[in-house]
C-alpha cells in the first residue's frame, strides 16, 4: 500500500510569510493527525482529526496555524504569518480509527524560517 | 511536564549484541505504548507495540517488555544489526472511546557497531 505522502518536503520562507503543508493519507485511514518536531525533541501533536473533524486541536496556536481536512481524506495544515520559532519538521500521520491502531507517518516537511 | 522519558540521549552496542531502550512513563492511564525508528529526513516507522494486559510482546529480533508497576518499558533488539543505527522513540497513550492521542519521548539514538 502506498504510504503517507507529504510535501514540500522542504521550505524556506522569511518571518512574517505564510507557508501550507500538504499531506495525502493512506487510504481508507480515518485518523490523521499533524505533529510538530522540533529538534532533538520527540513528535508533539498539533491536531487530530476523525475523518473530516478536528477531535482534538488543544496544541494548535490557533493565531497563526490553521488546519483542515476536505472531504475527509487530505489535508493541509497552515502558518499564517510564520515565526522564527516555527522552524521545526512537520509530520503528518495516519491511522484506522479505533484501539491498537499504530500511526503510520510520512517523511515530513522540513520547515526553516530566516 | 515530560510524560514519556527516555534518558538515555544516545546508546552504542557492538554488532550481534542486545540493544536494550528504555522509557519511562508517568500517567497511570496510558495502556498502549508503542515504539517507533526513525531514520534520517524520513519520518518515524513503527515497529512493535503494547497493550497493557500484556507484559510482553515479540516481534522477530524486537521485544518488547511492559512493568506497569514501574510505569517502564523497554525495548531489546537482539541480535543488533548496523541498519538498527536510528534514532528510537517510545510512545503512550491513555484508552479513549476512540482513537488514540499518542505522546512521544526524546528518543535514544542508537548506533550499532560493526
Known amino acids: 500500500e502506498a504510504g503517507v505522502v507529504q510535501s514540500p518536503r522542504y521550505k524556506i520562507i522569511e518571518k512574517k510569510q505564510p507557508v501550507a503543508f500538504w499531506c495525502n493519507p493512506i487510504s481508507g485511514h480515518n485518523t490523521l493527525y499533524w505533529y510538530r518536531q522540533n529538534l532533538g525533541q520527540g513528535p508533539e501533536l498539533l491536531i487530530r482529526y476523525e475523518n473530516e473533524e478536528a477531535v482534538d486541536d488543544s496544541q494548535l496556536p490557533k493565531d497563526r496555524f490553521s488546519a483542515e481536512r476536505l472531504k475527509g481524506v487530505d489535508s493541509t495544515l497552515k502558518i499564517q504569518p510564520a515565526e522564527l520559532g516555527d522552524s521545526a519538521v512537520y509530520l503528518c500521520?495516519?491511522?484506522?480509527?479505533?484501539?491498537?491502531?499504530?500511526?503510520?507517518f510520512g517523511n515530513g516537511t522540513r520547515l526553516t524560517v530566516t | 511536564d515530560q510524560q514519556v522519558k527516555q534518558n538515555s540521549p544516545s546508546l552504542s552496542v557492538q554488532e550481534g549484541r542486545i540493544s536494550i531502550l528504555n522509557c519511562d512513563y508517568t500517567?497511570?492511564?496510558?495502556?498502549?505504548f508503542l515504539w517507533y525508528k526513525k531514520y534520517p529526513a524520513e519520518g518515524p516507522t513503527f515497529l512493535i507495540s503494547?497493550?497493557?494486559?500484556?507484559d510482553k510482546n515479540e516481534d522477530g529480533r524486537f521485544t518488547v517488555f511492559l512493568n506497569k508497576s514501574a510505569k517502564h518499558l523497554s525495548l531489546h533488539i537482539v541480535p543488533s544489526q548496523p541498519g538498527d543505527s536510528a534514532v528510537y522513540f517510545c510512545a503512550a497513550s491513555p484508552s479513549t472511546s476512540g482513537t488514540y492521542k499518542y505522546i512521544f519521548g526524546t528518543g535514544t539514538r542508537l548506533k550499532v557497531l560493526a
Open positions: 500521520a495516519s491511522s484506522l480509527w479505533g484501539r491498537n491502531s499504530p500511526l503510520h
Open positions: 503494547i497493550s497493557s494486559i500484556k
Open positions: 500517567n497511570s492511564m496510558f495502556d498502549y
